[in-house]
């Protein structure tokens, strides 16, 4: 990656992390929404997308963090048909549709895919939508640098049970402060074939916590552990400390709604009842 490309990078980060991380979870979380809690009529992260894109637009892309949210179909011999795509619960802005330069062709801008995190060993969130089975029980996780080597000397393997449901995944490898990371999330329905496999990718960075958030997290709410992480824009922290929250007390009514309007904030609306499923090793 050129300076020109990293320095392309830096601002592009800085303007998702200003908009995303900070403006729309102190939008969609409420404090009043643990004593009084009712659906949003509209999602505040619509207008935030669409200020960031703009920002997007006369960017560059090279050297940005792109990435897929979403997984399509696996073709392996073990991937049945599903309602729902292999997700990961990460910020994405979706790439738009454009003409060619030469207008013979419609071209999509790429999905920008990045959340940050002050843990070394962060945790991450991804929903499986298949019937755990002998046959079909293996995710892979591969972590790679910013510029695009391996970090691990082989791909995690991931045992998963109990799906369809959102599992949970901590990184046992230490990330660095500052560093880029490039991860791929997939689901092995066909070992030998990997292309045929059905995953997602994104982009990690873990940062020092601010004077701000170590302020915040002495004197925080144990009610609500994952608001100095949101406020702050600390994304991987914020869905990890409310969604035990919200496993632990299925049914507190806030809880519900906090993570309703967090899924849809990433795109995930379809994903409000999945359940999350103590599954790994």
């Given at each position: 990656m050129s300076l020109i490309q990293c320095a392309r990078l830096k601002k592009l980060l800085s303007f998702f992390l200003a908009f995303i991380a900070c403006l729309v979870f102190c939008s969609v979380f409420q404090p009043a929404a643990l004593a009084n809690p009712v659906i949003a009529q509209s999602n505040p992260i619509t207008n935030v997308l669409q200020r960031i894109?703009?920002?997007?637009?006369?960017?560059p892309q090279s050297g940005a963090p792109t990435g897929r949210t979403k997984g399509g179909a696996g073709r392996g011999r073990f991937c049945p048909?599903?309602?729902f795509s292999v997700s990961a619960l990460v910020p994405s802005i979706q790439g738009n549709e454009q003409n060619s330069q030469d207008g013979s062709a419609r071209v999509a801008e790429p999905e920008i895919v990045f959340g940050t995190t002050v843990e070394a060993n962060p945790t991450f969130w991804f929903y499986v939508p298949y019937q755990a089975?002998?046959?079909?029980?293996?995710?892979?996780f591969v972590l790679l640098d910013d510029q695009e080597r391996p970090v691990l000397p082989?791909?995690?393997?991931?045992?998963?049970?109990?799906?369809?449901?959102?599992?949970?995944?901590q990184l046992p490898y230490s990330l660095a402060v500052?560093?880029?990371?490039?991860?791929?999330?997939?689901i092995l329905c066909d070992p030998l074939k990997p292309s045929r496999n059905s995953g997602v990718r994104g982009w990690i960075q873990r940062v020092d916590p601010s004077t701000e958030l170590l302020a915040e997290l002495e004197h925080r709410d144990s009610v609500r552990p994952y608001m100095p992480?949101?406020?702050?824009?600390i994304w991987f922290e914020a869905v990890t400390y409310l969604a035990r929250s919200y496993y632990q007390n299925a049914d507190n009514s806030a809880y519900q709604q906090d993570w309703a309007d967090l899924l849809d904030s990433i795109g995930l609306s379809?994903?409000?009842?999945?359940p999350i499923v103590d599954c790994c090793g």
């Amino acid at each position: 990656m050129s300076l020109i490309q990293c320095a392309r990078l830096k601002k592009l980060l800085s303007f998702f992390l200003a908009f995303i991380a900070c403006l729309v979870f102190c939008s969609v979380f409420q404090p009043a929404a643990l004593a009084n809690p009712v659906i949003a009529q509209s999602n505040p992260i619509t207008n935030v997308l669409q200020r960031i894109r703009g920002l997007l637009t006369s960017t560059p892309q090279s050297g940005a963090p792109t990435g897929r949210t979403k997984g399509g179909a696996g073709r392996g011999r073990f991937c049945p048909t599903t309602q729902f795509s292999v997700s990961a619960l990460v910020p994405s802005i979706q790439g738009n549709e454009q003409n060619s330069q030469d207008g013979s062709a419609r071209v999509a801008e790429p999905e920008i895919v990045f959340g940050t995190t002050v843990e070394a060993n962060p945790t991450f969130w991804f929903y499986v939508p298949y019937q755990a089975e002998e046959s079909l029980r293996t995710a892979s996780f591969v972590l790679l640098d910013d510029q695009e080597r391996p970090v691990l000397p082989e791909p995690i393997l991931i045992s998963f049970s109990n799906t369809p449901g959102i599992i949970r995944f901590q990184l046992p490898y230490s990330l660095a402060v500052n560093q880029l990371y490039n991860w791929y999330f997939s689901i092995l329905c066909d070992p030998l074939k990997p292309s045929r496999n059905s995953g997602v990718r994104g982009w990690i960075q873990r940062v020092d916590p601010s004077t701000e958030l170590l302020a915040e997290l002495e004197h925080r709410d144990s009610v609500r552990p994952y608001m100095p992480y949101a406020e702050n824009g600390i994304w991987f922290e914020a869905v990890t400390y409310l969604a035990r929250s919200y496993y632990q007390n299925a049914d507190n009514s806030a809880y519900q709604q906090d993570w309703a309007d967090l899924l849809d904030s990433i795109g995930l609306s379809e994903l409000r009842n999945a359940p999350i499923v103590d599954c790994c090793g």
